[in-house]
Each structure stands twice: as C-alpha cells, then as structure tokens.
C-alpha cells in the first residue's frame, strides 16, 4: 500500500476542486498542464473522470479520486492507497482501503443515504464497518491494520502472506535443545491451522536402539546418545553408531495378495524413520521369484530412496516360497556379492522375514541349520507369519503376526529399536 501525507496534494486537490474543468483558451487549445478532453480542459494527474488519460473514471468501491494520474483511495487527511483490493473497499471519509464487516447486525444504505446508527462506523457497501486501523492484525477474519490484507501482511496492491505464529506441542524448555524446533501454524479466515497439529516441530523422542547411536541427541536432555547405567548415572558420550544392514525378505507368491500392500507400507513407514541415517543400509530379497532357486535379490543394500523404490515395484509372482533357504543362503554369505556390491557386511544385520505359509526349503534346510547359520553371522533374525507356523522358527526368530493391519506391523517392526545398538 501507498500512504503518504500530503500537505502540497492537499492544496492541490482543494484548488482544481473548485475550479473543475478549465475553458480552452481563445485559439482553441488548453493551457500548460491541461488536457483537451471533449469540450473540456481537464489535469489528467488528478480529474477523477479523466484519470491518467481522458475517459478513464475512478469509481468506487476500490477508489475515489485521482493523484497523480493514477485512481487511488483518498480519506479528508489525504492519506493515499492505492486502488483497493478486493475484498477492502474505499472508506473515502477516512482515507483506508477497509474489509466491510459483513459479520455485524447493523446495516446501512450508502445510495438512499441511510446511516450508521453508531457515528463510529463507516457505511461500506451497506455494512456498517468500525475502521479500527491502529492495531496489528490479529487472527479475527478481520482487516485489523486495514492494510488490504485480511489475517495477512504484505503491500497493498500486492501478494499477501498469512500471518503465522510458532507452535510447539512440548515444553518449550526443550526448544533449541538437541533436535527439538518449534513449528508454525498459519492463520486463514480467522483460523489457525491446522488445528490441533503443529507443522514442522520436532518432539523429543527416547533414545532407544538405533536412535541411542546416531550422534543425535533425539531426547532434547542436552545428553547425545544418553544412556542411564544400572547405578542410576546417565553416560552421554556412547561408542560410534554401529553400521547396519536390514534385509527384507518378502514371500511374493500370489498367496500373499491380501497382505503383500500392508507389508509394503509398514516396511516403508518404518524405514521412513531413518530415512537420513546414513550409517543404515537397506536392500530387498523377493521369495517365490526366479526358479530354480525361488529367491533373489531385488535391490542391494544402499540407501533409503532405492529401497523405497524398490518396495514400490514389488509385485505378486511365482508359487514356491523356500523362506528356509532365503535366510540359510544370506547368512552364510551365498548372496554377499549381489547384496554388498563390493562393501563389506554392516557391523549390525537384520533379517526381516514376511511370509505367509509353513517354512519351506529345495536344499534340505532345517530349524537347527538355519539357525545356526544365523548365529554364526551374528544377525538378529524377525519373522511375520502366521501364528499357526511359528514352531517352524521359533528356536532364533523374534515372532511376530502377518496380518492386513499395516499400522500393527510398523509398530512392531519399531520394537527393533531396542535390538540395533549395542553399547
């Protein structure tokens, strides 16, 4: 917005008001600084009907009279706007570009002359409006500051930017502290949003399994890695987060379509937890695939991005589902060069298993052989199956129920916190 005080303006505007439209002179033209309009000679920089060029009229509701050749809105102590934007209209008595209080009781009649009964108010298209210009804005569906903008700031004419506060949902001690930050919530029609919600904050979360050793102090406590000791001492400087592999080893045989969809999204909204932890390799192992062997590797360990990638890709195929063999052929080292791609294994590994039927093997795997491959290789091993199998692993596996419900398996997938990080 435009606002000046104009004291030269003032002068002016008073004088070319009672003058009006200049005569042209005797030989038929009009005298410096006038413009020949019609019959008329008329200052193009502030003749509201022939405004900056001849013919062009300033009207309300977004202006009232012409400075300097272009409309704007001019109050009686010839403070100028800019032509209002909508939805503000002209408050010519008080020099503002207003929002009309459509919320108020009380109306008025702008054409037929009918008045506010409050003489505090203004009649602004038949809304009897209080123009209150002197506060900030504030979160109202109001024009507090009567700037243009309703619940916003910015220049009038102009884009405008929501007002916005910060927001935090926990003790605002913890903010700065860590990885605790506030977030902010906008205001929109005299709302702030998204209610009940805080976009952007960070809440302190325990420091347990992986997040206990990834240099973070995730608990906002101003201990990185905190740990508390049996005696009750709380260390803050833990060893070195440990590098991990998590290998998911997923059954897509066409007995799994009414749970493979679950899988896939509680696998992704789990890893998307650490997804910016660089020390966590992930890669994918599909079962009931390529025969004769049934099992292969389907993204090598790397990154969270081709991981996700490839959880996107997976689709149902093949019948045989050797899951025995699977975990046998990766603990034993069978598909390190198709897994690793050169690099050396993590100092962690996880095998997570998601299949829907009884253990099976084409290369005479057992419980014990299994088992003990796993144990040799130092991997933490975690099936989803169906209870009905679970004496198939239960000798080395952490057990959990394959189901529909992806929200059930995140959350069980997260009990690996507490299995990652050693101290």
């Known amino acids: ?62 202006s009232n009279a012409c400075h300097g050749g272009w409309c704007a ?21 008080i020099g503002k570009c207003i929002r009309p209080d459509y919320g108020t009781t009380e109306t008025c009649d702008e054409i037929d002359g009918v008045p506010c009964d409050d003489p505090n108010k203004v009649c602004l298209l038949g809304w009897c409006t209080l123009p209150e210009c002197a506060g900030p804005e504030t979160c109202n569906g109001l024009d507090d500051d009567c700037d243009g903008h309703t ?19 926990g003790d605002p001690a913890e903010v700065g502290i ?29 420091e347990e399994g992986l997040l206990a050793c990834d240099g973070v102090d995730n608990d906002c406590d101003a201990c990185v890695d905190g740990r508390v000791e049996e005696d009750g001492t709380v260390v803050c400087d833990m060893a070195e987060q440990k590098t991990t592999d998590i290998i998911f080893m997923i059954d897509v045989s066409g007995s799994m379509s009414g749970v493979l969809s679950a899988v896939i999204n509680a696998s992704g909204n789990f890893a998307t937890t650490y ?47 050797p899951t025995y063999d699977a975990v046998h052929v990766t603990a034993t080292g069978g598909y390190d060069a198709a897994l690793l791609n050169g690099t050396a294994p993590g100092e962690i590994q996880v095998y997570v298993v998601f299949g829907d039927e009884n253990a099976q093997t084409l290369t005479g795997q057992t419980e014990a052989t299994v088992c003990q491959a796993v144990a040799d290789r130092g991997a933490i091993l975690v099936v989803f199956t169906s209870p009905a199998y679970y004496a198939d692993w239960d000798a080395c596996a952490i057990l959990y129920p394959l189901t529909s419900d992806a929200t059930q398996m995140q959350s069980q997938l997260e009990d690996l916190f507490d299995l990652t990080c050693t101290f």
């Open 73 to 93: 809105c001019i109050g009686a102590n010839h403070e100028i706007a800019d032509a209002c934007d909508p939805p503000t209209v002209c408050a010519g008595a």
């Open 275 to 321: 997804s910016g932890a660089a020390h966590i390799r992930w890669a994918i192992e599909r079962i009931a695939e390529v025969p004769p062997t049934y099992v292969d590797v389907f993204r090598p360990l790397g990154g969270f991005t081709a991981f996700l990638s490839g959880l996107s890709a997976l689709a149902l195929n093949g019948g045989t589902e």
């Open 151 to 169: 619940d916003g700031i910015g220049p009038v004419p102009g884009p405008a930017e929501p007002l916005t506060r910060p927001c935090y949902g």
């Open 178 to 206: 860590g990885a605790c930050r506030m977030g902010e919530q906008a205001c929109y029609y005299g709302v702030w949003t998204p209610e009940g919600q805080c976009p952007g904050e960070v809440l302190p979360v325990p």
């Open 1 to 62: 917005m435009r606002k000046d005080f104009l004291i030269v303006f003032g002068l002016l505007s008073l004088v070319f008001s009672a003058c009006g439209p200049q005569p042209r002179e005797s030989d038929g033209t009009c005298a410096a600084g006038l413009t020949l309009c019609g019959e008329e000679c008329v200052d193009l920089s502030d003749d509201s009907r022939n405004c900056g060029q001849c013919g062009f009229e300033c009207r309300a509701p977004e």
